[in-house]
Structures are given as structure tokens and as C-alpha cells.
């Protein structure tokens, strides 16, 4: 498992007295990548059945679009009616799922925002771990799966490009390919924290009162990451609406009531004077 060098590396960075503060900073984002992988050691379908049709039959009854073929799904319709553009946009869109909200991350720790930073990344945090919990609550198959497979339930099958391969294809370099080939759990679409991450960071843009510029590209990548979790079948539009409520819900929880209770901001602000630079 990755984890384990991510942790090596983690534990130099802390040694060594000038990335000490830094890695220190970053604890968050190395519990999350650990939280991730560590899912593979227990499956979420050990834990309850799988949901393969009821969420596939929801999703048909509730957005349906019907077409000579019959009455079809999104990612359905999306499948038989693809671009070329559409296919680079939503490869481009998937790409800044982590990589942006690590990078304002950082922005915001360099710009000595310290409050914001750990507000933020907290909050990335622990929206994944209310992610991760609903995994266990309620594993679920993506489009795709059911699109292949049908409904049975099928504990080795491996991760899967679905529409991203197509992003791959045009542009000749295996990405998705690379990144879905490594996929902890497959059976982890509700909630879509794909929909989530980047509108925590935008909420977080407008909270630490960035640039509006900055903070109408974050919506945008926000909307275009909807858009392509359904257009490519990694995600049904009831993953992505349950995806954009935990992260709502992560964030007042955490901004209305426990940011709120003074050992936490006395811990907050111990934190604080730990990671300034």
C-alpha cells in the first residue's frame, strides 16, 4: 500500500528541522491519503449488501431521458452521445479534483493565512471522513459498473476509466487509466466526494476572501467536475447531489458547532503557532 511510503516520508520530513513545520502542516492531507488507502484492508461490501439496481432504477425513474432506445440514464445518454471537446473538458476537469484543492491549500499556508489553511483543510478532512463512513453505510456500484457488468455484484472487479478513457485516448497518455487501475474500492459512489472537494474549496476561497477571479474559476472547475462525474459514468446525479450535502453538511458542522468549542480552538490555535513559518 502506498500509505506506508507516504509515512516513511512523512516521518524524514518531520525530522529534518527546515521541512519539520511544513509536514507538520500537511498532517492533514496524509491522514486522508492513509484513510483512503487504508479502505482496502476491510472492504465496504464486508460490511453491508452492495447496491447495484436500486440505485441504477432510482436514478433512471428520477432523471430519465427518454430516446428511441427506450428510457435511458445520464451516463447512459452520455455514452452514445459524446465529443471530442467534451471528452478533453471533462478529462480536464477530473485532473483538478485534488490537485487544486492541495495547491490553494498551500497557497493559503505560504500566504501566512494560517487560519484560513487549517479551517480548510480541516474541513477537506473531515468531509472525507464523513465520505468514507457513508461508503460503509451504503456501498454502491457507478454507472459504468452497471452499464458493464448488469447487477450482480462482483467483488474482484477491478477499477475502471469508464468515459475518461476517452480523455486518454485523444491525448495519447494513459492518466485515467494509471489512476483508476489503483482504485481502493470501486464499490464507493455515495457519496461522490468527487462533487465535493472542489466546493469545499471554493467555499473556502470565498471565506478567506480571495480574488473574485479565483474564486469564479473554483465554481467553474466545481461545476465542470458535476458534469463530468455523470457525463463519464463514474458517478449517478443522486451520488453527486448526496456528494455536494456532505459537504455542506461537513462544513457547518464543523464552522457552527465544533470550531466553536474552546478545546478545539485552543487546539487550533496551538496548531497554529506550530506550522508558522
Not at 521541512?19 to 500537511?26: E, N, Y
Not at 505560504?110 to 468531509?127: D, G, M, R
Not at 465520505?131 to 447487477?151: L, Q, T, V
Not at 458534469?227 to 463514474?234: C, D, I, K, Q, R
Amino acid at each position: 500500500m502506498y500509505s506506508l511510503y507516504l509515512i516513511i516520508i512523512y516521518i524524514i520530513l518531520v525530522a529534518t528541522k527546515p521541512t519539520r513545520k511544513i509536514a507538520l502542516a500537511l498532517a492533514p492531507w496524509l491522514i486522508f491519503a492513509c484513510s483512503y488507502d487504508w479502505m482496502r484492508l476491510y472492504p465496504n461490501y464486508k460490511v453491508n449488501p452492495i447496491d447495484v439496481k436500486g440505485l441504477y432504477d432510482a436514478e433512471k425513474e428520477i432523471f430519465g431521458i427518454a430516446t428511441t432506445q427506450g428510457l435511458l440514464i445520464p451516463s447512459e445518454y452520455f455514452e452514445l452521445h459524446h465529443s471530442a471537446l467534451s471528452d478533453l473538458l471533462a478529462g480536464f476537469f477530473y485532473l483538478c479534483w485534488v490537485p487544486v484543492p492541495l495547491a490553494f491549500s498551500l497557497w493559503l499556508y505560504f500566504k501566512k493565512q494560517y487560519k484560513a489553511y487549517l479551517h480548510f483543510t480541516i474541513a477537506f478532512l473531515f468531509v472525507n471522513l464523513l465520505g468514507f463512513c457513508g461508503y460503509y453505510i451504503h456501498p454502491a456500484a457507478p454507472p459504468w459498473y452497471a452499464m458493464k457488468y448488469g447487477f450482480t455484484p462482483i467483488m474482484t472487479t477491478p477499477g475502471n476509466v469508464a468515459g475518461l478513457g476517452r480523455f486518454d485516448l485523444l491525448t495519447g497518455i494513459p492518466v485515467f487509466h494509471s489512476i483508476y487501475g489503483k482504485n481502493a474500492n470501486i464499490f464507493a459512489a455515495i457519496p461522490s466526494l468527487h462533487a465535493a472537494y472542489m466546493l469545499i474549496t471554493t467555499i473556502y476561497a470565498v471565506k478567506s476572501k480571495q480574488k473574485i477571479g479565483t474564486i469564479i474559476v473554483f465554481a467553474l472547475i466545481c461545476m465542470g467536475i458535476w458534469w463530468t462525474a455523470v457525463y463519464s459514468g463514474h458517478h449517478y446525479i443522486i451520488d453527486v447531489v448526496l456528494g455536494i450535502t456532505t459537504a455542506l453538511i461537513g462544513i457547518l458542522l464543523l464552522e457552527r458547532l465544533l470550531f466553536k468549542i474552546p478545546q478545539v480552538e485552543c487546539f487550533l490555535c496551538r496548531y497554529c503557532k506550530v506550522i508558522t513559518q
